[in-house]
C-alpha cells in the first residue's frame, strides 16, 4: 500500500501545476497585446515593443507604497504615447484594464488612455467625477457613480464587437452598444494622460498597472485582475507551475527509488 500511495501524490502535484498554469495565464498571456506595470519605466512587458515614451510624467509611488512603480501627471499635458501603436481592433473586440487615482485639475474632459479606438476617461476636472468608456466615432458607457479624487480605482472596458461593458473594482457596472464603430482599426496613437489626437483632455493624477487585449476578457478575468495582489510580492505564474511540477518530480523520483528497492 505504501509504494502506491506516493505515486498518486506525484500525479495530483502535476495536475494542479498544470491547472494553476492554466487559470494564471488566461489573463495574463491570451490575446495580451500590451502591458504597462510601470516599475521604472514605460516599457512593454508583453516583448511585443510597444514601449511608451514620456513626456513630462514622472514615476511616483503607486497604490502598494512602492516607489518609481507609478507615474504621475501633474495636469499640465504630461503624457506617454506609444509609436507604433498596438493593433486593437482587428479581432472585432478588444479589453482594456487600468489603475488611475486621479486629483483635481486637468482640462476639458482628461483621458487616462486612448487612441481613438479606445477612449477611457472622466468627465470634468473638479474632485468628484463620472468616468467613461467610449471611443472614435462611437458612443461608450459613462458610471453612474460618481468617483472622488484621490482615491486609486480599478477601471476595466471590456468590448464584445456590439457592447462596450465597464467594471469598477473588479464589479459589473453597466452595458453600451458603440453603434458606428471605429473607422480602422488602431486608429491613432495610443496615449496615457492626454488626448494625442486634439492635443487637448490634459489628465491630472497618477495611471498604472495598464493591460491591453484584443479579445473581450470574462467577467472573472476582470475580477481576477481587480484582486491580484502587488506582482512584486509572488512569483510569476510559469514560477509557481514549474514549483509545483518540481514538486510532482520529486514525488515520482521517489516512488521510482522505493520501488528499485522493494
Known sequence: MQKISVFPNMMFSTICALSLMTCCVSADIIGLVARYDFNGSANDLTGNGFNGTVAGAVLTTDRFGVPDSAYYFAGSGEHISVTPSPDLYSTGTWSATVWFSFQTGGWYNPRILTNGTIDLGLTGTS?????????????????????????????????????????????????????????????????????????????????????????????????????????????????????????????????????ATL
Open 127 to 259: 474632485d468628484s467625477r463620472n468616468v467613461f468608456a467610449a471611443g472614435w466615432n462611437y458612443y461608450g458607457y459613462f458610471s453612474p457613480q460618481t468617483l472622488n479624487a484621490g482615491t486609486w480605482y480599478n477601471l476595466a472596458a471590456v468590448c464584445d464587437g456590439t457592447y462596450i461593458s465597464m467594471y469598477l473594482d473588479g464589479a459589473y457596472v453597466g452595458t453600451d452598444s458603440h453603434a458606428g464603430g471605429p473607422p480602422s482599426a488602431g486608429f491613432g496613437t495610443l496615449g496615457f494622460g492626454r488626448n494625442l489626437h486634439t492635443g487637448t483632455d490634459w489628465y491630472a493624477g497618477t495611471i498604472d498597472d495598464i493591460r491591453l487585449y484584443n479579445r473581450a476578457i470574462s467577467a472573472a478575468e476582470v475580477s481576477g485582475i481587480y484582486n491580484s495582489p502587488d506582482p512584486r510580492a509572488v512569483p510569476e505564474p510559469g514560477t509557481w507551475a514549474a514549483a509545483a511540477l518540481l514538486a510532482g518530480g520529486a514525488a515520482f523520483v521517489r516512488w521510482r527509488r522505493r520501488q
